[in-house]
Structures are given as structure tokens and as C-alpha cells.
């Protein structure tokens, strides 16, 4: 029994359904598509109320995240992403969730997924043994259904080219600073001039796992580069992110 009880590992989440209630397979196809698998959105979207499923499959990823949090720590782990993690449905409707992580191979998750009108709720027990296999009602959905939606790139206007004055380093890291709270700004919705670098997760309220996630594509469209999941661990403060940007020499 202590054995049993020593390789458990439990990981619980809430979310507001609300956030998830303007989200558009196309519109916010990129966004969606870091966080859910093409069938996971194929499920979600053939519901009536898209926005419950979409948040109570977060909150389940999430719920395998946090309890994945002590071997992720470990030298030789990741942290796996939210699409390594799958959560479908079975045939009589009941969840099921694996974990495509090489760096976890021999581990099984139940987990149990619920939401009432405005809040969804997801735990998670993962513990030591082979993944079980499952079929999903959606394992057979045409590719039709499940493929990506490309949107084309809006063609770019040709303008007079103006060789601009160099700016002084004072001057760039300045206008580096401004071009990171513009996004911080309009990810979170507050005002530009509270932003400082020293700001955290912690003085703002909307800076939740979910609200990272928006930031974190927000920041990948305006300075085309792609986060990877330990930086994105690696971010404490709005300082932080600046920092990463420039080793990734993207400002």
C-alpha cells in the first residue's frame, strides 16, 4: 500500500468557462491549436456549447501539468506541453488522457473532467504503469473534419524605403521596453503605464495560465519567434520576458 500511495500523484484545476466563450476555430486557430490536439478541437466544436469543453479539457491538462510538476523538475524531464497531453472521450462518454511525452513513457492518467454553468473542474491522478490504449468516438473522423484551416498572410503594401537615424542604445532599449508592454498591455488588458519590468503573475490578476498562453501568442506573432516550454517556465516576471526576447535576438 505505502508503494501504491508513494508513485500517486494528483493534480487539480478550476477554470471560468467565460474566458473560453469568444474563442473561434478560425480566428483563433493558432491559439487554439498550441493548446489542443486536432481532434480534442474537433470534439469541442461539434458540441453546441464549444466553450465548456474547451475549458474543462484545459482545466484536465492542466490538472496533469501540476501533477507531473515533481518529475518535470527532475534532470533528463520536461515539462510536457498541453498537446502532448490528449483528452478525449470514449464511446460511452467517459474521459480518457494520455501523455505523448518521451520523457514519460510509463505513466497512466485518470482523470475526471466537470463544469456547471460558469466553472469547469478537472483531477488528475497519474501513477507508475503502462499508458492504457483507448478509442475515442472521434479516432475515425475524416481528415476533413480534423485538418488545419489555413489563413492566408494579408499581402504587405510597398512603400518609399526612408533610411531611418540610428537610435542611441538609451533610445532602442527604450523603444524595446515600450514594444514588450504594448503587448503586455493589450494580452492583459491594463494600462500601459502601471507596466514596470519587475511586474509578475502575482500583481496582475489576469495573469493565470490561461492568461500566459494568450501572452505567449501575442508575443510569437508580433516578434516572430516560437516559445519553447522551459522558457516559458522560465518566465517570473515581465522582465524575464524581455530577456528571453533578446537571446533570441527577436528585439
Known amino acids: 500500500m505505502k508503494n501504491i500511495i508513494k508513485n500517486l500523484r494528483i493534480g487539480v484545476d478550476i477554470e471560468n468557462i467565460g474566458r473560453f466563450k ?74 480518457s488522457a494520455i501523455i505523448n511525452n518521451k520523457h514519460f513513457p510509463d505513466l497512466q492518467v485518470q482523470i475526471s473532467l466537470s463544469h456547471c454553468e460558469d466553472k469547469a473542474i478537472a483531477f488528475a491522478v497519474v501513477m507508475n504503469g503502462k499508458q492504457d490504449s483507448y478509442i475515442s468516438e472521434f479516432e475515425n473522423i475524416p481528415e476533413t473534419i480534423i485538418e488545419s484551416i489555413s489563413i492566408p498572410e494579408p499581402s504587405k503594401p510597398t512603400t518609399e524605403k526612408i533610411k531611418p537615424k540610428k537610435p542611441s542604445s538609451a533610445e532602442k532599449k527604450d523603444s524595446e521596453i515600450d514594444a514588450v508592454k504594448k503587448i503586455i498591455s493589450e494580452s492583459f488588458k491594463i494600462d500601459f503605464d502601471d507596466i514596470t519590468m519587475e511586474k509578475s503573475p502575482e500583481d496582475i490578476e489576469t495573469w493565470d495560465s490561461l492568461g500566459q498562453l494568450v501572452l505567449i501568442n501575442n508575443l510569437e506573432k508580433e516578434f516572430k519567434v516560437v516559445f519553447e516550454m522551459e522558457e516559458i517556465f522560465e518566465i517570473a516576471s515581465i522582465g524575464d520576458i524581455y530577456k528571453i526576447l533578446k537571446r533570441k535576438n527577436a528585439i
Open 22 to 95: 469568444k474563442l473561434d476555430r478560425v480566428k483563433d486557430k493558432e491559439f487554439l491549436e498550441k493548446i489542443f490536439t486536432k481532434k480534442e478541437l474537433a470534439y469541442c466544436f461539434s458540441k453546441k456549447n464549444s466553450a465548456q469543453h474547451l475549458a474543462v479539457r484545459y482545466s484536465g491538462k492542466e490538472a496533469v501539468i501540476k501533477a507531473l510538476s515533481d518529475l518535470a523538475n527532475k534532470p533528463g524531464k520536461s515539462n510536457p506541453s498541453y498537446r502532448d497531453i490528449e483528452i478525449l472521450n470514449g464511446k460511452r462518454g467517459a474521459p
